[in-house]
Structures are given as C-alpha cells and as structure tokens.
C-alpha cells in the first residue's frame, strides 16, 4: 500500500507535454485534455500549431496550463492562409488534398514545431501528440521519452473488421487489399517526410506511417464516443477509445451574441448553417456559399442561424427568418435547433451529437466523408452532400428530408443523452497515468 501511494505522487508530480497542429477541431481536444491533466496535479505544456493563427492564451490561464504557440510562417497572413485553403477545398481528389495540406499547412511549420518537440520531450516527463504530428514522434524515439498518440477520427487505423476511408465497401474480402492500398497512397505522401527527419536523428527508418508513425506502440487514445466506435478484435491493447475530449462546463459559459436568445425563442427551432474553418472569406466563394444557405432555407421555409466568418454581418442581407453570427456557443445553441447544417469536421460533428440534434453534412475533404456517412449509418444524419457541386435546391433537399423524418429526431436526442453521460478526458487522463506507470494503455 505504501508503494502504490508513493506511486500515486510521483505521478501527480509529472510533468506532461502535449503537441497538436490542425485548425480549432483538432485542437480543441488538446486544450480539453490540457486543462483535465492539470485538474489532475500534472504540470502540462501544450505546443499549438493553428492554421490561422488563433490565441489561446485565455484558454491556458483559465486552466493553468502553459502555452506555447508555433507560427507557420507561409500562413501568418490571414488572406495567404484562406488561399491556400480555398486551393485545398476546391480540388475534389482526396490524394491532392493531402499532398496540398502536407506542402502548405505543415511543411513551412516543421523545423520549428521539431524545435519546440525536442523542447518538450528535455523538459517533460512524458508527451502526448496529435497522430499527424510527427515531429514530436520523432524527437521522442530520439529522447527516449514515454510518447501517446492521439486520434480525433477512428477511421485511419488498419483493420481486417473495417473497410478503409475513401474506398467503396464491396465486402470484407476487399478490406486487406483495400487497406493495403490506402496505405501505400499513405506513405507515398507521409514517409519521406517521416524517415528524413528519423535519418538526420540516426534513428531507423518507418516502414509504415498509419501503424508506426501515426499509433504509439504504448498508447494511441482515439478521442471518439465508445457508442459510436465499435472496437475491431485485431487493434489490440495499445488503442483505447476514450471518448470525446470536451473542455470543463465553465469553459463553455460563454453569452450567446446579443438578440440570438430573442430569435431562438420567438419560432420554431432553426437549422443552424455552419461551415466552420472551411468558410473562407474570399469574395466569390463567400458570396456564392451564402447566396446557397439563404436560398436553401427560403426553398423549405424554415428559420435559419448562419455563421459567417467577418465581424461586420450587416454586410449580408438576410430576410427575417434567417440570425447572422460570427459565432455562438454551440453547447448552448445547438440543443435549441432543430437540425445542424455542417462540413462533418470532428468538432462539429462531436457538438451535433452531444446537442442530440440530426445533422446534414456537406463535406469538404478529407473525414468529413467519414464522419457524414457514419451520422447516415447511425440514422442521426442525412445523405452526405458535398461542396464541390453543390447547389441550393440540393442542401434544400437535404434539409427538408432531415427535418422530415421524426424518428432521426428521437435517435439524434437518445444519442446525445448517452454521450452527455460519458467522461472522456477523465478516461484520458487515467490512460495516460496508466501509461507512465505500467507502459501499457
């Protein structure tokens, strides 16, 4: 008894850093564990790479963590960073995708999100990383540091049970070929980046970046719903589904914007109409993106709350029953809707479940795909749309098929009520306290 008090301090003495990279969805559940790591004693660093150069500041001194912010130097102008990703959106090749991501989102930032890795791993005792963020894998093997991945989309992991992203299920006959392929496509792109840096550390090269690079050998945490993620037999032990990864109840307090309360409680519940980070600011696109939302709702004559990203909203002419916002708190806004129109990024998508409101996914790129079809296979979401080719009289459809199916109503709210009851940064954090002590997830 007396070890495993000695042993109960010594952890709470540790010293963990965590690394992430991506836009506010994946970053979003590195704040969240951030911030349960320190309600546990720990002593946390978080390194933030953000596409667009968000401040998390207030985020780290409300919850006591420190922060580190790494720029990326092609993506400090706000009007470069939305060209760029308005190249990535527009393309509708998947493998394009990444390539574009890869050369304009993470290369620029590499060095110095390597710099601030090796920081991370001298200084800590044991780090946590976004499974793309390869740099912090590398300099811990380098440092013989104690490393977890994390996973906020459970479809990118091999299994014989699951067909693999972005290929047709014709039956699990096709899974191993299926898989073997999406990982050459997976390394063509990833590897030479990954054993480039391993060369210059003398450090052996990868062979495989899904099972090697992206999946700690000690623990891979998949911050995804258990009711949601079936467990294949064949992942084994190292892959643990924690659940979503939501930040404390008093972080997410925030007002709603002035005469949203007012809107929301004269009518029936709107369909909230959000793009998140995929909404760029470009004039064409924008125009053309609104001019969407707005004829869609006139076409099935609901209420509507869209989300535009600029702060002055008086720029866009709406009718009545359409509310303009830059943003709102989707925990307090969400459950008051009758339907969420999003891209299906994981944020999102995670906030429509919990709200349990049904979703109509257009997606962009990349898990979006995944994530609209798994909210169609759940029955809390209509058939997936996608931007490229779409059209108001399409998203009207969409929208007018949700809204007209009560039964996806009642499954979307059941839902919900199953995942409000779920903890899963508590789960993380015992995971990961598990890990520094026994070397096992």
Same mark, same amino acid.
């Given at each position: 008894m007396?070890?495993?008090?000695?042993v109960?301090?010594?952890?709470?003495?540790? %010293?963990?850093g965590l690394?992430? /990279?991506?836009?506010?969805?994946?970053i979003?559940p590195?704040?969240?564990l951030? +911030?349960?790591l320190?309600?546990?004693?720990h002593q946390?660093t978080?390194?933030?790479?953000d596409?667009?150069?968000?401040d998390?500041?207030?985020?780290?001194?409300?919850y006591g963590?420190?922060l580190?912010a790494v720029p990326?130097p *092609?993506m400090?102008?706000?009007?470069e960073?939305?060209?760029? /990703?308005y190249?990535i959106i527009?393309?509708? #090749?998947?493998?394009?995708?990444a390539?574009?991501?890869?050369?304009y989102?993470?290369?620029?930032a590499? *060095?110095a999100m390597?710099g601030?890795?090796r920081e991370?791993?001298?200084?800590?005792d044991?780090?946590?990383?976004h499974?793309f963020v390869?740099?912090?894998?590398?300099?811990?093997e %380098?440092? @013989?540091? =104690?490393?977890?991945?994390l996973?906020?989309?459970?479809?990118?992991l091999p299994s014989?049970?699951?067909?693999? =992203?972005?290929l047709?299920d014709?039956?699990k006959w096709?899974y191993?070929?299926?898989?073997l392929l999406?990982?050459?496509?997976?390394n063509r792109i990833?590897?030479p980046?990954? #054993?480039?840096l391993?060369?210059r *550390?003398?450090? =052996?090269p990868?062979r $495989?970046?899904?099972?090697q690079?992206?999946?700690s050998?000690?623990l891979?945490?998949i911050?995804?719903? =258990?009711?949601? @993620?079936d467990?294949?037999r &064949?992942?084994? %032990?190292?892959h643990?589904?924690?659940?979503?990864?939501?930040?404390?109840? &008093?972080s997410?307090t925030e $007002?709603?914007?002035a005469g949203?309360n007012?809107f929301?409680?004269a009518? *029936?519940?709107?369909v909230y109409?959000t793009?998140?980070?995929?909404?760029l600011?470009r004039p064409?696109?924008f125009?053309?993106?609104?001019?969407?939302?707005?004829?869609a709702v006139?076409?099935?004559?609901?209420?509507?709350i869209?989300q535009?990203?600029v702060?002055?909203l008086s720029?866009?002419?709406?009718?009545?029953p359409?509310?303009?916002?830059?943003?709102?708190?989707y925990v307090r806004?969400f459950?008051? @809707?009758?339907?969420?129109?999003?891209?299906?990024g +994981?944020?999102t998508?995670q906030?429509s479940?919990v709200a349990?409101?049904?979703s109509i996914v257009v997606?962009?790129?990349?898990d979006?795909f995944f994530?609209? $079809?798994k909210?169609?296979?759940?029955?809390?979401?209509g058939?997936t749309?996608t931007?490229?080719?779409l059209?108001a009289g399409k998203? +009207?459809?969409g929208?007018e098929?949700?809204l007209a199916d009560p039964?996806?109503?009642?499954?979307? %709210?059941?839902?919900g009520?199953?995942?409000?009851?779920?903890?899963?940064?508590a789960?993380?954090v015992?995971?990961?306290?598990?890990?520094?002590?026994d070397g096992?997830?």
């Open positions: 007396a070890w495993q008090v000695a109960t301090r010594w952890i709470h003495e540790m %010293k963990i690394q992430t /990279w991506g836009s506010e969805g994946d979003r590195f704040t969240a951030a +911030a349960g320190v309600d546990a004693g946390v978080l390194v933030v790479t596409n667009i150069g968000r998390y500041r207030g985020v780290a001194t409300q963590f420190n580190v990326n *092609e400090h102008d706000p009007a960073a939305e060209a760029v /990703w190249k527009s393309t509708g #090749n998947p493998i394009r995708q390539k574009l991501i890869m050369e989102g993470f290369d620029p590499m *060095e390597y601030a890795a991370l791993c001298a200084t800590h044991a780090v946590v990383g499974f390869y740099p912090l894998r590398v300099a811990a %380098k440092a @013989c540091v =104690p490393m977890a991945t996973n906020v989309v459970h479809n990118c014989a049970e699951r067909c693999p =992203p972005g047709p014709i039956g096709f191993p070929l299926g898989w999406a990982r050459k496509m997976v990833f590897l980046r990954v #054993n480039a391993l060369a *550390e003398a450090l =052996p990868h $495989d970046a899904m099972t690079t992206w999946a050998e000690r891979n945490l911050a995804v719903s =258990p009711s949601i @993620c467990v294949p &064949d992942w084994g %032990k190292r643990q589904v924690c659940g979503f990864l939501n930040p404390p109840l &008093d997410r $007002d709603l914007p949203l007012d929301l409680a009518g *029936e519940p709107p109409i793009f998140g980070s995929m909404m600011d064409g696109y125009r053309e993106t609104v001019d969407i939302w707005t004829t006139r076409q099935v004559g609901c209420r509507a869209i535009l990203p702060q002055d720029i866009v002419a709406t009718d009545n359409v509310f303009k916002v830059n943003r709102s708190p806004t459950p008051r @809707c009758a339907a969420v129109v999003h891209h299906g +994981a944020g998508t906030s479940l349990g409101r049904p997606a962009h790129m990349a979006q994530w609209g $079809d909210l169609n296979r759940l029955g809390v979401g058939k749309l931007r490229k080719g059209t998203l +009207a459809k929208i098929a949700v039964r996806m109503a009642d499954r979307a %709210k059941a839902l009520g199953q995942l409000a009851m779920e903890n899963g940064v789960n993380a015992r995971l990961i306290e598990s890990m520094l002590v096992v997830g």
